[in-house]
């Protein structure tokens, strides 16, 4: 294969033809990336100067194509910084009429503008809006967690929300569908203490909707569970013709865990043990389950000894 050799004098001006011919290419990309030329980018609406004795809901996209007037360069730099494209929209003129005309805003608009990003139209120009009557409701913060606690540690009482309603307004079709608000999710992993935290609640997705406060205070109290033992007595329900019923055990033994804070005020009392005599009334069984019907908030059952018992009807 025959190799193409230059002398020292051919490489010189071969070297100096391709720096020649880039830089006339990067003369003329300058030169075209700087005249005039306007184009067109998305811009994103943000109301200001909402109605406040009005609701409204848009009619049309919470976007509008823009045409300005800049240079190829503000264009190419337009492209890359594309998410921060936002304009201001005045809406105090809806107090008494139904739709806003950008172009009569145009002038703050560009003001705060740079020079290079002046825009001259919209498409479209005019945002139209649709009214009803404007609600003011009082509602429940909902907290969402994804807590995942440390080994014997779990909630050992009610968690408290301040405040724990918050206050939206907005159209009355909106507004009567909502019955509480949720929060953004309070996420945490090996929690072994009470926890207190500033929770914001979801943003509103509704441009005509509001919703106060942004955020609540959360306290979760947290404690160390341990293990205890009581013995429950069992009460009989449905004997409704008043039997003489004998059971036996006529105690059982409850196995649950409780919090540290709780566990030398907690005794039999809180608790309730049934057997439902209807269900050898009914339906013919030997044994009775025994049902544990009312136990202390935040404490865990483990165990229950027996889980069934004898009975005798003596007639």
Known sequence: MAILKLSATERRRLSAFFTCLVLAILAWIITVLSN???YNI???LDFRNTPQRRAFHSLQSDTVNATVNGTGWD??????SSGNNHISVDLSSLENKSYV???SQINQINNKRGNGQQISTFNPDTLYFDFSNRKVKRIPVKLITAIKYGHQFFQSDNITIKPAYVIINGPSNVIDKITE???DTLKMDSVDETVTALV???AVK???LNVYPKNVQVTIPVDEFTEKVLEIPVKVINNRNYEDVKIFPQKIKVTFITSLDKYRKIDEDFFEA???LDLWRLHGYKVLPVVIAKIPAYCRIVKIEPQNIDFIIKK
């Open 36 to 38: 005039p030329s306007p």
């Open 206 to 208: 509704e441009g005509n």
């Open 42 to 44: 998305k811009e994103v």
């Open 75 to 80: 264009m190419l730099f337009s492209k890359i």
């Open 101 to 103: 005309v950008l172009s």
């Open 200 to 202: 914001n609640l979801q």
């Open 181 to 183: 608000w949720p929060s």
């Open 274 to 276: 049934t057997a439902d």
